[in-house]
């Protein structure tokens, strides 16, 4: 019958069914874990380019905190990001 479905596959669609990877849940998905935040600041000459190394803290919709390789508390804001890349496996 046309436009029928059975129980069998809208489970199979479901389990098929992937979130989008947005970057704020993969942060959020991966406290704990070594991270490299490429990042660029259009609009400043001496912060132009700049690479941030951590652990990630906390996360939110539009912010990552690290705690950088010194022990300092860093925020930054994802609209800066370019890319990230992590040491070990992610969840995501």
């Known amino acids: 019958i046309p436009g029928y479905t059975t129980t ?12 989008p990877a947005y970057v ?18 259009p609009d400043s000459l001496e912060w132009r380019d700049r690479v941030f190394d951590g652990t990630i803290l906390a996360s939110g919709r539009d912010y990552v905190l690290l705690r950088d390789m010194e022990g300092k508390n860093v925020l930054l ?9 992590f040491d070990e496996e992610i969840s995501y």
């Open 8 to 19: 069998n596959q809208q489970q199979t669609t479901q389990q098929n069914r992937v979130d």
């Open 77 to 85: 804001w994802l609209i800066y990001i370019n890319y990230a890349i």
């Open 24 to 41: 704020e849940n993969i942060f959020s998905k991966n406290h704990g874990k070594i991270v490299h935040i490429y990042l660029s600041y």
